[in-house]
């Protein structure tokens, strides 16, 4: 863990990266915030109308903001006239559109929240404003899971309820990019209970078209499915499940067939294995935007904030 956040903090290192902490009425946001101040390496940015934060913070209060008329113009416009000028201005009231606005005018480079909402209320500002990149239809949830030296990725464990091939195949391949950027080499597992035909049904074949779609999205990536986990880890399974596969046992990627499978594998690898989770990140959209777990700790809130600064470099 350490040596991952001693790359990440080496590769911001004058960047000048801005993360918008729009909870700034909470005191793992303020203690976070202050840690990141103190170190000098990322810019934090908190959302506040208290009086009582330290002056070494760069606070903003959005009822005395001076940029207001301008985030509600650059909202009515980006909402293409689904939002009037009146409701842009109520919605920006909420810390969350209005820290999402200052990430879409550029005011800062990608925001943190979660700490005291839901994923939907740190997630819906991002979708209407932000939204995803061009080609990509859905945003998707990846946990990086580190381990001493180890590092994996697991995805979708957080957005897509019951992913399609297609959500599949975007999955795979927005999480090699997210992997790429943390300093993986991606070798994607699409997973499955079955693995090369051991079984066969509605949800194997949906697995083995998603691989096919996956593979002509990315042809330089190494992507295999559909595999059981074990033959995606274990070289001696894989040696005899797979023996053809492009991956023999070293999948570092992996793509769950569904959003109760995967919520379910990271846990069981955190709580069971002693792997760290660091996510959900927010995958697929034009700026980098994530969501923490309203029982994260200040520790969890810092983390974050590098990962997502890391992000706004790629």
Same mark, same amino acid.
């Given at each position: ?23 700034? #009425? ?14 000098? *390496? ?10 009582? !934060? ?7 209060? %959005? ?28 919605? !920006?009231?909420? /810390? ?14 990608? !925001? ?11 997630? +819906? ?13 859905? #945003? ?5 899971? &580190? ?15 019951? %992913? #399609? ?12 990019? #997210? ?41 330089? *990536? ?10 995606? *880890? ?11 596969? /492009? ?5 570092? &990627?992996? /793509?769950? %067939? ?12 955190? +709580? ?7 996510? %959900? ?10 969501? !923490?777990? +309203? ?11 590098? *990962? ?7």
């Amino acid at each position: 863990m350490a040596n991952l956040f001693h790359e990440i903090k080496h590769k911001l290192s004058g960047a000048n990266i801005s993360i918008v902490l729009p909870e700034g #009425t909470d005191g793992r946001i303020i203690d976070a915030a202050e840690k990141l101040q103190a170190e000098g *390496i990322i810019q934090p940015i908190v959302i506040s109308s208290s009086k009582k !934060l330290s002056k070494n913070l760069t606070v903003i209060n %959005p009822e005395t903001y001076e940029g207001m008329d301008d985030l509600v113009s650059a909202f009515v416009e980006r909402r293409k006239g689904k939002i009037t000028e009146i409701e842009a201005r109520a919605l !920006l009231k909420d /810390v969350n559109y209005f820290g999402t606005m200052l990430v879409y005018t550029g005011r800062a480079n990608g !925001l943190v929240s979660g700490a005291a909402h839901t994923t939907a209320e740190t997630v +819906r500002p991002a979708l209407q404003i932000i939204k995803t990149k061009p080609g990509i239809t859905k #945003t998707s949830g990846a946990f990086i899971m &580190v381990k001493d030296e180890l590092r994996y990725i697991f995805a979708d464990c957080a957005i897509t309820i019951a %992913p #399609t091939s297609e959500d599949l195949a975007e999955i795979a391949v927005e999480s090699a990019k #997210t992997a790429t950027a943390f300093g993986i080499k991606p070798k994607v597992a699409m997973l499955s209970f079955s693995t090369k035909g051991s079984a066969q049904s509605d949800e194997t074949e949906k697995v083995v078209k998603a691989t096919i779609l996956a593979k002509e999205l990315a042809p330089n *990536i190494a992507i295999e499915g559909e595999l059981q986990f074990d033959a995606s *880890i274990v070289p001696a399974i894989a040696a005899k499940k797979a023996p053809s596969a /492009v991956l023999q046992g070293d999948a570092n &990627v992996f /793509v769950f %067939p569904s959003l109760e499978a995967g919520n379910i594998g990271y846990k069981i690898a955190e +709580r069971l294995g002693g792997f760290e989770a660091i996510g %959900p990140i927010l995958q697929g959209l034009n700026a980098p935007i994530n969501d !923490l777990s +309203r029982g994260c700790s200040a520790e969890d809130v810092y983390k974050l904030a590098y *990962i997502t600064a890391a992000q706004a470099l790629e």
